[in-house]
């Protein structure tokens, strides 16, 4: 089946560096990557929609400065959380469509701690 | 304003009972309904999906019931197992596998099953 990989699985960074979230589809092209925000016993939040050689969608009140997706490749897509603040810290999880059989395909998730 | 409302938040089952989850929504252009899985620090797997043109999907114990009047479909889990104890979360999206859009997600359903 469709597979997203997702690196890394945890992190953690101190106040005001930078972290780079990567996901590599690794049996499909995704033309697309969705990125989502996930806090504690809630729910998905989208943040942003990347599309491969075009500029990222953000979803309103997502901050495009302070995290910038690229996604350059059709195999690959980042996000990379700038200037990370405590408050950053989240579950970051990127899903790609694959087709009808298997719809979107999650990645594992990364567990950023901003220290 | 969310488009999925998922109920119960919370459900808690004997072993060998039967976990009913269900959802409803608002945006009659959705056609692409998924049911999600979520174990803590994971990512969401896909358990089952279904089209409006059918009413009921199986899969195994898993089975999706589908009232498209009603604009409501629901995760019926038979043979309950602590196995299936997890997060669980139903989704809609206008075309499969991101066609149109990304997933809109419910709030998720902690389904806790005792041995």
């Known amino acids: 089946g469709a597979v997203v990989s997702q690196h890394p699985s945890r992190v953690i960074c101190k106040s005001g560096t930078s972290v780079k979230i990567e996901c590599r589809s690794l049996d499909f092209q995704a033309t697309t990557m969705f990125w989502y925000r996930q806090f504690p016993k809630q729910s998905l939040m989208l943040m942003a929609t990347?599309?491969?050689?075009?500029?990222?969608?953000?979803e309103q009140g997502v901050e495009k400065d302070k995290f910038l997706i690229n996604h350059a490749s059709l195999t690959l897509s980042t996000l990379t959380v700038t200037s990370a603040h405590p408050e950053d810290s989240s579950f970051y999880i990127c899903?790609?469509?694959?087709?009808?059989?298997?719809?979107?395909?999650f990645g594992s998730g990364t567990r950023l701690t901003v220290v | 304003q969310q488009q999925v409302k998922q109920s119960p938040q919370s459900l808690i089952v004997q072993k060998g009972g039967i976990s009913i989850i269900n959802c409803a929504y608002e945006?009659?252009?959705?056609?692409?309904f998924p049911w999600y899985q979520q174990f803590p620090g994971k990512g969401p797997a896909l358990l089952i999906a279904i089209r409006p043109d059918v009413s009921e999907k199986k899969e195994g114990r898993f089975t999706i019931s589908f009232n498209k009047s009603a604009k409501q479909f629901s995760l019926h889990i038979m043979d309950s197992q602590p196995g299936d104890s997890a997060t669980y979360f139903c989704?809609?999206?206008?075309?499969?596998?991101?066609?149109?859009?990304?997933?809109?997600f419910g709030k998720g359903t902690k389904l806790s099953v005792k041995p």
């Open positions: 899903s790609a469509p694959e087709g009808f059989n298997y719809g979107y395909t």
């Open positions: 990347s599309n491969e050689g075009s500029k990222a969608t953000y």
């Open positions: 989704a809609a999206s206008r075309g499969y596998g991101g066609s149109q859009g990304n997933l809109i």
């Open positions: 945006n009659t252009a959705f056609d692409y």
